[in-house]
């Protein structure tokens, strides 16, 4: 089973990469729906598509509004966005406002269950993160494999969400900021390079891919590897279109 990360920064795209997007073809899985969602049809190997949010904000929810290029370059007989009841409200009456975005898609919006059913004999649960406004993390198992998907948090050697993402497979976390800027991790509920590889060595995951890079910093390497690295040795950078095997 793979995962392609469609898109691997935060708040805004660049040259180099587009928001959060993280896509399992067989499985017609979705995480967030940044503006890479338009990518999607190339990779879809599913008559249905499930998006899992993580919040509301709109560098993760942007692509919803690109599901009509979505649909006719893959046929879709089903689309259902899950996410908290909260913020599937707040995304139809404002960014599907008649004076924003008049033709909304045909999806149906889903909150999120405790737990969820996946193709494959997989299922979903979540779990809250720390972040203005308030985010979640997926953990997706199937017999033999996991995966867990933790965004727009801050990372931290007692973060509560470590349990919930213990022996993944594969762990995809942001990490927005290097070690230097750990005062703008905090104020602004994002995380830097360190903290991100001590939960990945604390959890006892088996891979770190780190997303959700800051799209100011375009270079091969903007936070910092080496001390990830050293921490957690089997970490590396998320680029667009990097498929995953789990």
Not at 49 to 74: E, K, P, Q, W
Not at 208 to 220: G, K, Q
């Amino acid at each position: 089973m793979k995962v392609v990360l469609l898109g691997t920064t935060g708040y805004h795209p660049n040259d180099r990469r587009h928001t959060p997007c993280m896509l399992i073809p067989e499985c017609g899985v979705m995480l967030d729906a940044g503006t890479a969602m338009y990518r999607a049809g190339r990779f879809l190997q599913t008559s249905e598509l499930d998006i899992f949010l993580t919040h509301a904000h709109l560098d993760h929810v942007i692509g919803l509004t690109y599901l009509f290029s979505v649909m006719r370059a893959h046929s879709l007989q089903r689309i259902t966005v899950h996410g908290d009841a909260a913020k599937l409200a707040a995304i139809d009456r404002h960014m599907f406002a008649e004076e924003l975005f008049p033709k909304r898609p045909p999806y149906e919006s889903r909150p999120l269950a405790d737990e969820v059913s996946l193709p494959l004999h997989g299922r979903l649960t979540h779990f809250p993160l720390r972040h203005q406004g308030g985010s979640i993390g997926y953990r997706l198992d199937w017999p033999g494999r996991s995966m867990a998907y933790v965004t727009d948090t801050i990372a931290a050697d007692d973060a509560e969400y470590l349990e919930k993402i213990r022996d993944v497979d594969l762990l995809i976390h942001e990490c927005y900021f290097p070690d230097a800027s750990a005062d703008w991790a905090q104020t602004t509920g994002h995380s830097c390079t360190s903290p991100v590889a001590r939960v990945a060595r604390k959890a006892r995951v088996g891979r770190l891919v780190l997303v959700h890079l800051n799209p100011l910093s375009t270079e091969d390497d903007p936070i910092g590897l080496d001390a990830a690295r050293a921490i957690f040795p089997a970490t590396e950078l998320g680029d667009d279109l990097m498929e995953l095997e789990f």
